[in-house]
């Protein structure tokens, strides 16, 4: 029987916690697959904190780029985050030094993934990364092995936890984005600077991973269109439910003619469909591909148990010999991602305009729309809350317009759009949200 | 650069002939990987069939077992089908002969898999079966390796696409079960012979091979209670609705008090859960685990191509090296699965009475589940269709009466259910459906 497989934890945070606790609860029964897993050293930032997890059995590491290096461990964690910093500088030791890597950094991968692959390949160790994109779901090992055999086409998904709860509770509750964004804090669900999760970077970081393990592509996090969920109103939430969708913030990869698609923002997806049932801190990853057709792996995103449960996997892997391209292929095989740029989208849009109440608005609007050959599905007006029958007062107040166009590209919105500003009908910057009928 | 893995498929129908084309298709891109895979031997009942591919270039076999144990092969593809006779002889004529063996045979596992598995084993080859439990869906390497950290509780899932297109059609359109079985037959989503699919044994044989894989346990397919879904009738479907659930045949393994219930059956499944959400063909595995939770995994659980994509996966998996034990652990390491009988199943119980239409009738049938202590949740008398003012008339003829109880055993609804019908009140025999709420 081999030795068991020495693994070594930086960042003893509440996903760090929960690695401890499952090696140690599982032990035996990792252990009955072949090769054993033995916890032999943790750092962090402050020894001495009651996190509830025995650790006085392995060695304590102040430094985790030392923990890294160490001659007693075979397999390196890295639980601490962030893009640079000590986390960079742990892992680049840990490969450096021929030790198996296990990580949770979606922008430590997002910056640097390539080469942190590169080096891993020339040392020949694993670089494993399943608790990076969705939590316990686990996409990772899907699309780099479960779907060997297809081409895919096209992977989607709620990626992050704190602003589908943010949406589900606008959308059940009627309440304002700020509103919701307070109670996701006071919950835990959101950081007290909710930036990165509300602005979409989170997603972006996750979609990023996805898009290079199922295109083939280096990953390349900065070809992201990234728009955040902070511009939604409940009566955008409204119109969404009377037209038969739902807003969830979506992360898009996508083979076009013009290149791979990468994009994340606010997307109005159709009641009945699979991503729509998907609510509260969930997530959910759907993957269209030649052969197997769609698949959609739905759960929890994000939470120290879940997490720990995929670095627990990619350990157990790694024991096992399971060890391969960090990104399903050798570096030099991975293509240049050749980006398709975002104004050369195409889709459906739903658009909400805050209209001034004269004579021939609506009428001008149209027009302007329909020079650009945008075909429209449907006009909503709403009526004014407080009838007014006096028609100069009524021109100073704006009335909201909803229309929903049917496939046409970003460009053509965005330039029909400017001139519609122009022309001075409306009363506030228009709302643009693109609809995904699949 | 190592040789290629040489490949050989036994059987050449929807599902072999798609394998082919994939091979094909993908040659180039499976080969970036590293080691690459070359179709080299194919064996099938007739040989002039045009199946749309190219298989000049391969050798042909009249005899699956010959193939089995040529030496040109390293793995061998058994898609032939059948729990013994000639696909048997093949996959243990590979086994014997040292070669990996990739199969998308449930009845074959279903019957032989430990014995499969101990004869892989001991040759150190791979027994792969990705495709065996749920098509496309990668739930196999899900159970096997992505939640090595977790302790399973529960696995259930809709398995059979037929019954849950017929079950769908029938609630959408309110047509019985004939009706839509004919319809599936027309369409090829259903066999001539429809008793294996109807009747749930393929679910059984689907929910075997998950459950050993959930559970650490030798396969026992032979200890799951088996209903069909032959007795549902559109009346049931509407009550369901009413009550807020829909009818699905789901399998279901999970650890309870007495040991590892595995039951195939209809079952209601509240119509905001995600399970609900599955119509038609479509396929679904939930897996509850202590670390991750739940999640669950969607898509196409049979087809030609969906199903090869998953074969192809696992010859991927074994052309680079990922050859582990076929159930996840050394077949010394499982455990003999300790069944929990049916009777000692605990749950909530839908119940369809055909209720002779006499005074006091309701009351005694309500005694009879008091006596037992069942709890109803609810009891809902349909009105006859056909108002009838004459007592004598009226007690010869039956209205439906449904409850639905909380949480009780299968023993206590069924001696009750013993008494009611003893008494004489109804007209025929009850329907028993079981309900999740989960």
């Known amino acids: 029987m081999d030795q068991p497989l020495r693994v070594g934890v930086a960042g003893l945070g509440t996903v760090g916690a929960s690695v401890v606790r499952i090696l140690s609860r599982r032990e035996n029964a990792l252990g009955r697959g072949g090769r054993g897993i033995r916890l032999v050293g943790v750092s962090s930032r402050t020894r001495n904190r009651d996190r509830g997890i025995d650790i006085d059995r392995c060695a304590w590491f102040d430094d985790p780029v030392a923990m890294a290096r160490s001659q007693d461990l075979d397999c390196f964690v890295e639980l601490i985050g962030g893009s640079d910093g000590v986390a960079k500088a742990a892992v680049e030791a840990a490969l450096d030094a021929g030790k198996h890597v296990v990580t949770a950094n979606k922008a430590l991968l997002a910056a640097h993934g390539l080469d942190l692959a590169k080096l891993a390949e020339k040392r020949g160790v694993a670089l494993a990364f399943e608790a990076s994109a969705a939590g316990g779901i686990p996409v990772v090992k899907t699309l780099r092995?479960?779907?060997?055999?297809?081409?895919?086409?096209?992977?989607?998904?709620?990626?992050?936890?704190?602003?589908?709860?943010?949406?589900?509770?606008?959308?059940?509750?009627?309440?304002?984005?700020?509103?919701?964004?307070?109670?996701?804090q006071r919950l835990g669900y959101a950081e007290a600077d909710p930036t990165f999760d509300v602005g979409g970077f989170d997603t972006a970081h996750k979609l990023s991973i996805l898009a290079s393990l199922a295109f083939g592509t280096e990953i390349d996090a900065d070809a992201i269109y990234v728009e955040g969920i902070s511009s939604i109103t409940p009566l955008d939430l409204k119109m969404a439910d009377d037209l038969g969708f739902r807003?969830?913030?979506l992360g898009v990869a996508e083979r076009s003619k013009s290149g791979i698609e990468q994009r994340v923002h606010p997307t109005m997806v159709p009641k009945d469909s699979a991503i729509a049932q998907v609510m509260g801190v969930t997530n959910a990853v759907t993957i269209d591909a030649d052969a197997v057709g769609e698949i959609t792996l739905v759960g929890p995103g994000a939470g120290g148990d879940a997490t720990a449960s995929a670095v627990v996997a990619d350990i157990s892997d790694v024991a096992r010999g399971r060890v391969g391209a960090p990104f399903g292929l050798p570096t030099a095989r991975l293509d240049k991602l050749k980006r398709a740029p975002m104004q050369r989208h195409e889709g459906g849009y739903y658009v909400r305009l805050s209209v001034l109440?004269?004579?021939?608005?609506?009428?001008?609007i149209a027009t302007r729309l329909a020079q650009a050959d945008i075909s429209l599905e449907s006009i909503v007006q709403r009526r004014a809350e407080t009838p007014n029958d006096d028609p100069e007062q009524r021109s100073h107040r704006a009335?909201?317009?909803?229309?929903?166009?049917?496939?046409?590209?970003?460009?053509?919105i965005r330039a029909a759009l400017e001139k519609v500003i122009a022309d001075g009908h409306i009363a506030e910057a228009p709302q643009l949200i693109r609809i995904e009928r699949e």
């Open 399 to 412: 009335v909201p317009v909803v229309l929903t166009t049917y496939a046409t590209s970003e460009t053509a």
């Open 145 to 184: 092995e479960a779907l060997a055999g297809n081409e895919i086409i096209r992977v989607s998904g709620i990626l992050n936890g704190t602003c589908n709860y943010i949406l589900s509770r606008m959308e059940q509750e009627g309440l304002s984005f700020a509103d919701c964004l307070a109670d996701a």
């Open 357 to 364: 109440d004269r004579p021939g608005a609506a009428a001008a």
């Open 247 to 249: 807003i969830k913030l």
